[in-house]
């Protein structure tokens, strides 16, 4: 079956660094858009950044521009988010997701609705 399983989160300082991995199983990541997203307590789920199938580019929310890095391994079935200068406000939940057996076009792909497939999620906090 689709499963999307995210790791690599945990507690950093402000300014460090974290990369986090989301490895997929049970259909081929690279044939479709993925992205990731964040959620922190009483807000809104929010796209992060995303790579979309219609183009193969990479899309950022403005808060992470030049902070963060996306990237795709197709051989091993897997989206990376390298994430450097971290703020406290980055401190969230993250979840990986793809748009399988749907369209996603360009940065629409920053949004949620247009995401079937969910990860569990991983904590994220930054914090002194």
């Known amino acids: 079956q689709v499963q999307l399983v995210e790791s690599g989160g945990g507690l950093v300082q402000p300014g460090g660094s974290l990369r986090l991995s989301c490895a997929a199983s049970g259909f081929t990541l690279g044939a479709n858009t993925v992205g990731w997203f964040r959620q922190a307590p009483g807000k809104e789920r929010e796209g992060v950044s995303c790579?979309?199938?219609?183009?193969?580019?990479?899309y950022y929310a403005d808060s992470v521009k030049g902070r963060f890095t996306i990237s795709r391994d197709n051989a091993k079935n897997t989206v990376y988010l390298q994430m450097n200068g971290l703020k406290p406000e980055d401190t969230a939940l993250y979840y990986c997701?793809?748009?399988?057996?749907?369209?996603?076009?360009?940065?629409?792909?920053?949004?949620?609705?247009?995401?079937?497939?969910w990860g569990k999620g991983t904590q994220v906090t930054v914090s002194s």
């Open positions: 790579i979309s199938r219609s183009d193969g580019s990479a």
């Open positions: 997701a793809t748009d399988l057996g749907s369209l996603t076009y360009g940065s629409r792909c920053l949004s949620r609705y247009g995401m079937n497939y």
